[in-house]
């Protein structure tokens, strides 16, 4: 069983923009949903995105017109491009499969986008 490996995370000012990937392994990985999930200090994880081979990509409210979800299927890769990004982003990201846990994946360690001036 593996755990996904984000990365791309950083410091950017309020309007700015981070791309996040994600990379995972396995030979079933474009089978599966998958999402971004963020998790801000004292809160509970949340849901950001999900992306689902052939169907339109769906996104939490607060970041609707914001934040795009896409995949390479060919590259196991997931990727998360934020723009006009407000310091009520700052959290640590995740992916997962959507449910997470599917294929027994496990929750990696997650990158930190801080959104500050």
């Known amino acids: 069983q593996v755990q996904f490996v984000e990365s791309g995370g950083g410091l950017v000012q309020p309007g700015g923009s981070l791309r996040l990937s994600c990379a995972g392994s396995g030979s079933r990985f474009s089978i599966y949903p998958m999402a971004w999930y963020r998790q801000a200090p004292g809160k509970e994880r949340e849901f950001v995105a999900r992306?689902?081979?052939?169907?339109?990509?769906s996104y939490a409210d607060s970041v609707k017109g914001r934040f795009t979800i896409s995949r390479d299927n060919a590259k196991n890769t997931v990727i998360l491009q934020m723009n006009s990004l407000k310091p009520e982003d700052t959290a640590v990201y995740y992916c997962?499969?959507?449910?997470?846990?599917?294929?027994?994946?496990?929750w990696g360690q997650g990158t930190q986008v801080t959104v500050s001036s």
């Open positions: 997962n499969t959507n449910p997470s846990g599917l294929g027994g994946y496990y």
């Open positions: 992306i689902i081979n052939g169907a339109i990509p």
